[in-house]
């Protein structure tokens, strides 16, 4: 595999080109931890098309 095939790979989500054409930035990850019951994960992100 070429380099360029890999950054491919790691750059395509798999969920489409809407997805796939968005910058995401996490902001903040929170996780809430409820014993016996599991956690809640939250992320806020800030998104921006990418550039052509």
Do not use: C, F, N
């Amino acid at each position: 595999m070429t380099a360029l095939q890999l950054q491919r790979e790691r750059t395509q989500s798999g969920y489409g080109s809407t997805i796939d054409g968005i910058k995401w930035e996490a902001e903040t990850v929170t996780h809430e931890i409820i014993p016996d019951q599991g956690w809640v994960m939250t992320v806020d992100v800030e998104t921006q098309e990418k550039a052509a």
